[in-house]
Protein backbone atom coordinates (compact mmCIF):
# COMPACT_ATOMS: atom_id res chain seq x y z
CA UNK A 1 0.00 0.00 0.00
CA UNK A 2 3.22 2.52 1.22
CA UNK A 3 3.99 1.76 -2.54
CA UNK A 4 1.35 2.27 -4.16
CA UNK A 5 0.63 5.75 -2.64
CA UNK A 6 4.11 6.39 -3.54
CA UNK A 7 3.85 6.13 -6.89
CA UNK A 8 0.62 8.10 -7.15
CA UNK A 9 2.57 11.10 -4.88
CA UNK A 10 4.69 10.82 -7.53
CA UNK A 11 2.67 10.65 -10.24
CA UNK A 12 1.44 13.93 -9.18
CA UNK A 13 4.71 15.68 -8.87
CA UNK A 14 5.79 14.69 -12.04
CA UNK A 15 2.15 16.32 -13.61
CA UNK A 16 3.36 19.78 -11.76
CA UNK A 17 6.75 19.33 -13.32
CA UNK A 18 5.95 18.58 -16.65
CA UNK A 19 2.83 21.19 -17.06
CA UNK A 20 5.52 23.66 -16.15
CA UNK A 21 8.61 22.48 -18.60
CA UNK A 22 6.64 22.25 -21.50
CA UNK A 23 5.17 25.75 -21.33
CA UNK A 24 8.27 27.36 -20.38
CA UNK A 25 10.48 29.21 -22.27
CA UNK A 26 13.34 27.14 -23.19
CA UNK A 27 11.09 24.15 -23.76
CA UNK A 28 7.86 25.24 -25.39
CA UNK A 29 7.03 24.82 -29.47
CA UNK A 30 8.42 21.88 -31.50
CA UNK A 31 12.39 23.20 -31.42
CA UNK A 32 12.51 20.17 -28.57
CA UNK A 33 11.24 17.02 -28.88
CA UNK A 34 8.26 15.65 -26.64
CA UNK A 35 10.23 12.69 -25.12
CA UNK A 36 13.48 14.73 -23.95
CA UNK A 37 10.71 17.28 -22.68
CA UNK A 38 8.85 13.77 -20.92
CA UNK A 39 12.97 12.79 -19.84
CA UNK A 40 13.57 16.16 -18.56
CA UNK A 41 10.37 16.22 -16.25
CA UNK A 42 10.93 12.46 -15.27
CA UNK A 43 14.37 13.76 -14.24
CA UNK A 44 13.44 16.84 -11.84
CA UNK A 45 10.54 15.03 -10.80
CA UNK A 46 12.52 12.20 -9.17
CA UNK A 47 15.72 14.66 -7.78
CA UNK A 48 12.50 16.18 -6.25
CA UNK A 49 10.81 13.21 -4.75
CA UNK A 50 13.19 13.22 -1.35
CA UNK A 51 13.57 16.76 -0.91
CA UNK A 52 9.68 18.02 -0.30
CA UNK A 53 7.89 17.13 2.38
CA UNK A 54 4.96 14.69 1.77
CA UNK A 55 1.73 13.77 3.51
CA UNK A 56 0.71 10.12 2.21
CA UNK A 57 -2.59 10.32 4.23
CA UNK A 58 -4.30 12.19 2.30
CA UNK A 59 -3.60 9.71 -0.76
CA UNK A 60 -4.88 6.46 1.22
CA UNK A 61 -8.22 5.58 -0.17
CA UNK A 62 -8.25 7.46 -2.96
CA UNK A 63 -10.78 7.20 -5.26
CA UNK A 64 -11.28 8.20 -9.55
CA UNK A 65 -12.68 11.63 -8.83
CA UNK A 66 -10.44 12.87 -6.40
CA UNK A 67 -7.41 11.45 -8.48
CA UNK A 68 -8.51 13.55 -11.06
CA UNK A 69 -9.46 16.68 -9.45
CA UNK A 70 -5.78 16.66 -7.40
CA UNK A 71 -4.45 15.99 -11.50
CA UNK A 72 -6.14 19.16 -12.45
CA UNK A 73 -4.91 20.80 -9.57
CA UNK A 74 -0.92 20.09 -10.32
CA UNK A 75 -1.63 20.88 -13.76
CA UNK A 76 -3.16 24.09 -13.14
CA UNK A 77 0.14 25.03 -10.70
CA UNK A 78 2.66 24.08 -13.29
CA UNK A 79 0.72 25.99 -16.02
CA UNK A 80 1.02 28.90 -13.87
CA UNK A 81 3.97 29.13 -12.93
CA UNK A 82 5.00 29.11 -16.93
CA UNK A 83 2.82 31.21 -18.26
CA UNK A 84 4.08 33.76 -15.59
CA UNK A 85 7.43 32.40 -17.01
CA UNK A 86 5.90 32.95 -20.98
CA UNK A 87 4.84 36.85 -19.93
CA UNK A 88 8.24 37.80 -19.05
CA UNK A 89 9.57 36.58 -22.63
CA UNK A 90 6.56 38.50 -24.24
CA UNK A 91 7.79 41.88 -23.52
CA UNK A 92 10.64 41.71 -25.92
CA UNK A 93 7.94 40.45 -28.72
CA UNK A 94 5.31 43.28 -27.79
CA UNK A 95 8.48 45.50 -27.72
CA UNK A 96 9.66 44.23 -31.05
CA UNK A 97 6.78 44.74 -32.76
CA UNK A 98 6.21 48.25 -31.94
CA UNK A 99 9.54 49.06 -32.95
CA UNK A 100 9.38 46.82 -36.47
CA UNK A 101 6.15 49.10 -37.24
CA UNK A 102 8.14 51.93 -37.15
CA UNK A 103 11.22 50.81 -38.74
CA UNK A 104 8.86 49.30 -41.59
CA UNK A 105 10.31 45.69 -40.92
CA UNK A 106 6.48 44.12 -40.19
CA UNK A 107 6.11 42.23 -43.49
CA UNK A 108 9.91 41.04 -43.08
CA UNK A 109 8.84 38.17 -40.48
CA UNK A 110 9.90 34.43 -39.84
CA UNK A 111 8.29 31.35 -37.91
CA UNK A 112 9.01 31.20 -34.50
CA UNK A 113 9.31 28.12 -32.99
CA UNK A 114 9.05 28.61 -29.75
CA UNK A 115 5.57 30.41 -30.23
CA UNK A 116 4.35 28.50 -32.94
CA UNK A 117 3.57 32.11 -34.70
CA UNK A 118 5.43 34.40 -37.65
CA UNK A 119 7.17 36.88 -35.56
CA UNK A 120 8.71 39.98 -36.72
CA UNK A 121 12.89 39.74 -37.71
CA UNK A 122 13.82 42.05 -34.77
CA UNK A 123 11.14 40.32 -32.61
CA UNK A 124 13.14 36.53 -33.06
CA UNK A 125 16.60 38.54 -32.38
CA UNK A 126 15.72 40.04 -29.48
CA UNK A 127 14.15 36.60 -28.40
CA UNK A 128 17.37 35.08 -28.80
CA UNK A 129 18.97 37.89 -26.80
CA UNK A 130 17.07 37.56 -23.51
CA UNK A 131 16.92 33.71 -24.23
CA UNK A 132 21.16 34.10 -23.79
CA UNK A 133 20.80 36.41 -21.06
CA UNK A 134 18.21 34.15 -19.31
CA UNK A 135 20.52 31.06 -19.21
CA UNK A 136 23.68 33.61 -18.27
CA UNK A 137 21.91 34.93 -14.95
CA UNK A 138 20.59 31.23 -14.19
CA UNK A 139 17.19 32.15 -14.42
CA UNK A 140 16.24 28.78 -15.26
CA UNK A 141 18.28 27.04 -11.97
CA UNK A 142 15.63 29.28 -9.65
CA UNK A 143 12.92 28.32 -11.91
CA UNK A 144 13.63 24.79 -10.51
CA UNK A 145 13.90 26.24 -6.87
CA UNK A 146 11.00 27.72 -7.02
CA UNK A 147 9.02 24.74 -8.53
CA UNK A 148 10.48 22.30 -5.68
CA UNK A 149 9.35 25.17 -2.85
CA UNK A 150 5.79 25.39 -4.72
CA UNK A 151 5.09 21.81 -3.56
CA UNK A 152 5.85 23.60 0.20
CA UNK A 153 3.62 26.35 -0.37
CA UNK A 154 0.65 23.47 -2.29
CA UNK A 155 1.42 20.27 -0.99
CA UNK A 156 0.76 17.84 -3.08
CA UNK A 157 -3.08 16.07 -2.26
CA UNK A 158 -4.01 19.55 -0.79
CA UNK A 159 -6.45 21.94 -2.70
CA UNK A 160 -6.11 25.56 -1.62
CA UNK A 161 -5.90 28.19 -3.40
CA UNK A 162 -6.19 32.42 -3.12
CA UNK A 163 -8.22 33.06 -6.69
CA UNK A 164 -8.44 36.51 -6.31
CA UNK A 165 -4.88 37.04 -5.24
CA UNK A 166 -3.71 35.34 -7.92
CA UNK A 167 -6.41 37.08 -10.41
CA UNK A 168 -5.09 40.60 -9.18
CA UNK A 169 -1.39 38.95 -9.09
CA UNK A 170 -2.00 38.85 -12.91
CA UNK A 171 -3.30 41.63 -13.74
CA UNK A 172 -0.74 44.03 -12.02
CA UNK A 173 2.18 42.50 -13.71
CA UNK A 174 0.31 42.26 -17.15
CA UNK A 175 -0.19 45.78 -16.87
CA UNK A 176 3.73 46.49 -15.62
CA UNK A 177 5.37 43.83 -18.42
CA UNK A 178 3.21 45.81 -20.63
CA UNK A 179 4.54 49.55 -19.42
CA UNK A 180 8.02 47.60 -19.80
CA UNK A 181 7.66 46.62 -23.18
CA UNK A 182 6.51 50.41 -24.43
CA UNK A 183 9.33 51.61 -22.73
CA UNK A 184 11.84 49.15 -24.33
CA UNK A 185 10.43 50.52 -28.17
CA UNK A 186 9.97 53.65 -26.68
CA UNK A 187 13.67 55.46 -27.85
CA UNK A 188 13.70 53.59 -31.20
CA UNK A 189 9.87 54.52 -31.85
CA UNK A 190 10.39 58.06 -30.42
CA UNK A 191 13.75 58.21 -32.84
CA UNK A 192 12.41 57.26 -35.76
CA UNK A 193 8.90 59.49 -35.35
CA UNK A 194 11.47 62.56 -35.66
CA UNK A 195 12.76 61.11 -38.36
CA UNK A 196 9.01 60.81 -39.95
CA UNK A 197 8.32 64.54 -39.01
CA UNK A 198 12.10 65.70 -40.06
CA UNK A 199 11.38 63.91 -43.80
CA UNK A 200 7.79 65.26 -43.79
CA UNK A 201 9.36 69.07 -43.74
CA UNK A 202 11.48 68.43 -46.04
CA UNK A 203 8.76 67.02 -48.63
CA UNK A 204 7.11 70.32 -47.90
CA UNK A 205 10.23 72.08 -48.49
CA UNK A 206 11.49 70.04 -51.89
CA UNK A 207 7.79 68.26 -53.38
CA UNK A 208 10.36 66.94 -56.15
CA UNK A 209 12.58 65.27 -54.05
CA UNK A 210 11.37 61.35 -53.72
CA UNK A 211 10.63 61.13 -49.44
CA UNK A 212 9.70 57.15 -49.98
CA UNK A 213 12.99 56.43 -51.55
CA UNK A 214 15.33 58.80 -49.10
CA UNK A 215 13.22 57.55 -46.09
CA UNK A 216 13.85 53.92 -45.41
CA UNK A 217 16.67 53.03 -46.18
CA UNK A 218 17.24 56.31 -43.70
CA UNK A 219 14.95 55.14 -40.72
CA UNK A 220 16.61 51.49 -40.94
CA UNK A 221 20.26 52.71 -40.72
CA UNK A 222 19.31 55.13 -37.69
CA UNK A 223 17.62 52.54 -36.04
CA UNK A 224 19.94 49.80 -36.22
CA UNK A 225 22.44 52.55 -35.22
CA UNK A 226 19.95 53.41 -31.93
CA UNK A 227 19.97 49.41 -31.58
CA UNK A 228 23.84 49.12 -31.37
CA UNK A 229 23.95 51.75 -28.68
CA UNK A 230 20.75 50.55 -26.55
CA UNK A 231 22.43 47.18 -26.39
CA UNK A 232 24.25 47.61 -23.23
CA UNK A 233 20.85 49.24 -22.00
CA UNK A 234 19.15 46.08 -23.12
CA UNK A 235 21.78 43.85 -20.69
CA UNK A 236 20.73 46.49 -17.62
CA UNK A 237 17.33 46.84 -18.47
CA UNK A 238 16.79 42.70 -18.70
CA UNK A 239 18.82 41.87 -15.27
CA UNK A 240 16.17 44.59 -13.61
CA UNK A 241 13.17 42.64 -15.13
CA UNK A 242 14.63 39.22 -14.04
CA UNK A 243 14.84 40.68 -10.25
CA UNK A 244 11.38 42.18 -10.42
CA UNK A 245 10.50 38.37 -11.92
CA UNK A 246 12.05 36.29 -8.95
CA UNK A 247 10.33 38.63 -6.10
CA UNK A 248 7.14 38.11 -7.87
CA UNK A 249 7.29 34.85 -8.43
CA UNK A 250 7.96 34.64 -4.66
CA UNK A 251 4.67 36.17 -4.49
CA UNK A 252 2.86 34.03 -6.41
CA UNK A 253 4.52 30.89 -4.33
CA UNK A 254 2.52 32.12 -1.25
CA UNK A 255 -0.81 32.89 -3.15
CA UNK A 256 -1.06 29.73 -4.46
CA UNK A 257 -0.86 28.32 -0.59
CA UNK A 258 -4.12 30.07 -0.24
Known amino acids: MILNVEFVYFLLMLVRVTSLFFISPLFTGETINTRVKLGFSFVVAFMMFNTV ?3 YEVLENLDFLMFTIFIIKELLIGLI ?3 FM ?4 SV ?5 EMSSSSMGFMMASTFDPMTQSQTPVLGQ ?11 TYGIHRKIIYYLSESFYYSPVGEISYNVNGITNFFIDN ?6 IAVQMSLPIVGVLLLVDLTLGILARIAPQMNVFFVGMPL ?4 AFLFLAQLAPYFVN ?3 IMFERSMEDLKILMKLLEG
Open 53 to 55: PKN
Open 81 to 83: IGY
Open 86 to 89: LLIF
Open 92 to 96: VQIAA
Open 125 to 135: MNNLFLLGLFL
Open 174 to 179: FIYYFK
Open 219 to 222: KLMI
Open 237 to 239: FSS
